[in-house]
């Protein structure tokens, strides 16, 4: 490996909740979804879901034996109302994201997208919050054969960036985000807008918490194993 290969450095972002607060759209859309299939969804039972594949989501919703065609029809239809919901009422930037999307550029991060969603809603919030250039690479569910908590996604992230796992951070709003970074091999960073609490390396209420040499320092501490 190169010197100038094993100096890059590299953020990953998950996106719901991470990014941006996306759960009433989501919630929604799974419920008129859901609705549509004569099952009534409560928000616990959505909260539980929050944040992993559709596969894995209907699943739950529907039972094990719901059928691969059934997944991707109905998902399919989800994400289309979902998307709809997010250029109808539009999403924005959590606090602290813009921030610290602009200061990572500036230093020379390499930045991917990592999400259990599908590529178009990253790109629907890429195009909503209007970030055409910020991102190095996007990588989605249809890109990787597991979700989180697999590390499939953010393994993935890193081979697309040219950036060794141990140089990456990972960050997330959920348990599964987390476990999958750990899983990698990456460093955590943890945001509490969806969970009461998370077992990262660093934990914060909102990015705009964290102090400006956050990110440096992770990759200079020894990673929690």
């Known amino acids: 490996m190169s010197d100038a290969l094993a100096e890059r450095r590299a953020v990953l972002w998950d996106v719901d909740g991470t990014l941006v607060d996306s759960a009433e759209c989501h919630y929604d859309a799974w419920r008129a979804t859901m609705a549509a299939h004569g099952r009534a969804l409560t928000r616990d039972a959505f909260a539980v879901t929050f944040g992993q594949r559709n596969d894995a989501v209907l699943r739950q919703f529907l039972g094990r034996e719901v059928t691969a065609e059934d997944v991707r029809r109905i998902g399919d239809a989800k994400e289309s109302r979902y998307r709809e919901l997010v250029r109808a009422r539009g999403v924005t930037a959590l606090p602290g994201v813009r921030d610290w999307l602009a ?3 500036s230093e020379g991060w390499r930045q991917a997208i990592a999400s259990s969603g599908p590529q178009l809603n990253s790109q629907a919030i890429i ?33 697309r960036l040219g950036v060794a796992p141990h140089r990456c951070v990972v960050v997330e709003d959920a348990p599964s985000g987390i476990e999958a970074g750990r899983r990698a091999g990456m460093h955590t960073v943890g945001v509490l807008t969806t969970h ?14 964290l102090e400006i040499t956050a990110f440096a320092s992770l990759l200079t501490a020894p990673r929690r194993a």
Do not use: M, N, Y
């Open 196 to 209: 009461a609490q998370l077992d990262a390396e660093r934990v914060v209420r909102s990015l705009a918490d």
């Open 103 to 105: 200061r990572l550029r």
């Open 127 to 159: 195009d909503t919050l209007d970030l055409p250039e910020t991102f190095d690479a996007v990588v989605s569910a249809e890109d990787v054969a597991h979700g989180k908590p697999a590390p499939d996604v953010f393994l993935a992230a890193a081979e």
